[in-house]
């Protein structure tokens, strides 16, 4: 069994990106209660950094995962871009690109890639504070771009396949 947190990225009065009234914060949410559920049903002890809408910053929620003695550091988010439309697909974020983050990343855009997200890879980002500041394995998760009509079409309409892959993704790595 693993100690997993999941980080359910904005929140409170930082809604994250946002695309025709949709939050980034409410998918992040949505997703991770979902991912935890099914993660817990396998056996997996889970650690949300937030059940609701409030706001932690990211040194906050990267020092929770420390306290909690985590052995590995999910984060989930949307991305976006300049435009609507303009890109499409999951991208993981990983302090670097050697180790079990980024294998853990590497097996989460794979599963959401046969859910049909198109895999846009794993990029090193080091300056980030969820995966600069935590001393276990860190991937931040972006789940499609919430200004792309076809990620949110296939985010709502699969949802269920979405948060399972998200798991699958992380069981495969433990």
Do not use: C, W
């Amino acid at each position: 069994m693993a100690l997993i947190v999941l980080d359910a990225g904005h929140g409170g009065e930082n809604p994250g990106a946002t695309y025709q009234g949709r939050q980034e914060k409410d998918d992040a949410l949505n997703i991770a209660l979902a991912v935890g559920a099914i993660l817990e049903r396998q056996g997996q002890e889970v650690y949300y950094t937030r059940t609701t809408d409030i706001y932690e910053s990211p040194q906050q929620k990267a020092a929770e995962g420390n306290q909690a003695g985590a052995d590995y550091f999910v984060s989930i988010h949307r991305n976006s871009s300049p435009y609507p439309n303009q890109y499409t697909g999951v991208e993981s974020l990983v302090y670097n690109q050697y180790g079990s983050a980024a294998r853990m990343a590497k097996n989460i855009n794979s599963e959401l890639e046969k859910v049909g997200f198109a895999n846009q890879g794993i990029s090193e980002r080091p300056n980030l504070a969820v995966l600069r500041r935590t001393r276990m394995p860190a991937v931040l998760v972006e789940v499609g771009f919430i200004n792309t009509d076809a990620d949110n079409r296939l985010l709502d309409d699969r949802f269920d396949e979405v948060a399972n892959a998200i798991a699958e993704g992380i069981l495969k790595s433990l």
